[in-house]
């Protein structure tokens, strides 16, 4: 069965204090896996899409990698305004159809 | 240039009755998706739309179904409400396979 997978379910940080969050998934066939940060009472905002493993993209305190199993958000130095939950997605192809699956996101805490 | 525009932003609906949300994508976008987030089972994918035709679809029971109009335009709707059906109901709309962007979303509660 396809599942994604994110871990930690939270995290608290210090300002600062750098870190990765983890996407783990199992598909049958990626064709390409999204980082989505949403704030409370907000749709999803856009981050990043990776295709292929050894892949990586950066954007400010950000940078995302990807694996043939997983994939990591790391986070270098974060500021207070870096909180929110990170959602992690992976596109599989279904029965001649793109199948979207969701992780169940981790919530980052940035302490000030 | 606008992003997506779901309405309305909060609905309160009796068990029972039936919902219509409107979605307006970004200008130029053709691909219309729905989702629901719960706090127990995240988001999940309910449907696709791309010119005006479905194309893909969640494991959702029948009673949750939509259409989009020839402006890209999608409304999706829940006919005899249950209390489970309580959410945030998110649109996103895409020109690419890239990335797709999200709506601000309608929070439904079923009462």
């Known amino acids: 069965e396809d599942q994604v997978t994110q871990s930690p379910e939270a995290l608290r940080l210090q300002e600062g204090e750098s870190s990765s969050l983890n996407c783990s998934y199992t598909v049958s066939g990626l064709r390409g896996l999204f980082w989505y940060r949403q704030d409370p009472g907000k749709g999803p905002e856009f981050l990043f899409t990776l295709y292929s493993a050894g892949e990586e993209k950066e954007k400010e305190r950000l940078k995302a990698t990807l694996t043939k199993k997983e994939s990591f958000l790391h986070i270098t130095a974060p500021k207070p305004e870096d909180s929110a939950t990170y959602l992690c997605?992976?596109?599989?192809?279904?029965?001649?159809?793109?199948?979207?699956?969701f992780g169940k996101g981790t919530r980052l805490h940035i302490l000030p | 240039k606008a992003g997506v525009t779901q309405t309305p932003r909060y609905l309160i609906k009796t068990r029972g009755q039936q919902v219509t949300l409107s979605c307006s994508p970004i200008s130029g976008h053709r691909s219309v998706s729905w989702y629901q987030q719960t706090p127990g089972q995240g988001l999940q994918f309910l449907f696709e739309?791309?010119?005006?035709?479905?194309?893909n679809k969640g494991n959702f029971p029948g009673r949750f179904s939509g259409r989009q109009f020839s402006n890209s335009r999608s409304e999706m709707n829940v006919s005899t409400l249950e209390l489970g059906d309580s959410a945030l109901y998110l649109c996103?709309?895409?020109?690419?396979?890239?990335?797709?962007?999200f709506g601000q979303g309608t929070r439904l509660t079923v009462v």
């Open positions: 997605a992976v596109c599989t192809l279904m029965n001649r159809d793109d199948k979207i699956i």
């Open positions: 739309y791309f010119s005006e035709t479905q194309r």
């Open positions: 996103a709309s895409s020109s690419t396979r890239d990335k797709a962007f």
